[in-house]
């Protein structure tokens, strides 16, 4: 028994010693302290002892096996060191090198409208509003004087949602317009107002000119003693400021809108160069034609009562007008459809730098 333990002991702390690697530290593990590893097997002997032998036996297996767990441990630290060492000196970081470019992204065109739109109105004194894109009844026709007749909700085609039904008691849809936020605006803050509200709306409608969703801005002003006048300097003034065009002419249509009275539409003269729509001049002269651009008028007597204002003292106007087409138009973008795809190509192509915020002083649509 005593040969034994020292030869076991020898030979256990001899081979641990030069184990290459952690593989073969494992490998000793298993060959003395596993399940069927020679120390176990030592300990297994000691049920079949004398008590006395015990005595003398026990405590030496006992330490036989704590060494040599001690040895297995203390090899396989020593050869984890020696890697990291080992990796330490092969890999060298040099900090000179410049750094790979970093993957950027773009500013999609739709934002970079919004924020050159905000721009322009902040100067003109408008505040930004908004709404809820899922609507109830009331706000997105009722209260904007489409009853539930009425003929022009053919044209406003939506989803609806079946089971949601809203404080009216009729089913919620996804707004049609913009123009809902006038109704909540007015409801919530009564007037004078000077707002614009641009933001996402939906119709079921679907080709190269029209998307599901698109976005629209509408603009409304609430004060005493506004007219046609007022409605017309602002729409100049924001279209120029827009297309960075001092040439834009604007032509005043009759139109019906349900929620305005009178209701006009509002065409700009352009003109046809290399097959490209350029704005600017008369569209009645050679060479020149008008293009719809937005629709717009006094709000309507019957939607100021609805918001609960007096119409013998307050007027105003609005105008709502679909910021896809003015991206289009300002940035000569021709498929819709493809704004809304997500072609990381595409938006490499027509995409904004997000550090060429729209500024009045520097021009609003500075491309990068
Ligand atoms: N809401 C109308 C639409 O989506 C656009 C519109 C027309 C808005 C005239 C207005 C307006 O505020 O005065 O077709």
New binding site residues.
Partial sequence: MTTTIEDLQAEALARIAVAPDGAAVEALRVAYLGKQGSISALLKTLGAMTPEQRQVEGPRIHALREQVAAALAERKEALEAQALEKRLASEKLDLTLPAPEAPRGAVHPVSQVLDELAEIFADMGFAVASGPEIEDDWHNFTA?NMPETHPARA??DTFYFPDQMGADGRKMLLR????PV?IRTMVADGAPVRIIAPGR?YRSDSDATHTPMFH?I???VIDRGIHLGHLKWTLETFLKAFFERDDIVLRFRPSY?P??EP?VEADVGYAEVGGRRVLGGDGDTPGHAWMEL????M?NPRVLEFCGLDPTEWQG?????GVDRLAMLKYAMDDLRAFFDGDVRWLRHYGFSALDVPTLSAGVGVRA
């Fill in positions: 904007l044209m406003h049609t317009h913009t123009s006038q709306v629209q509408e603009g409304l809108f929620f305005t209701s937005l629709g717009s008028g709000v106007f609005a105008f709502g007008v």
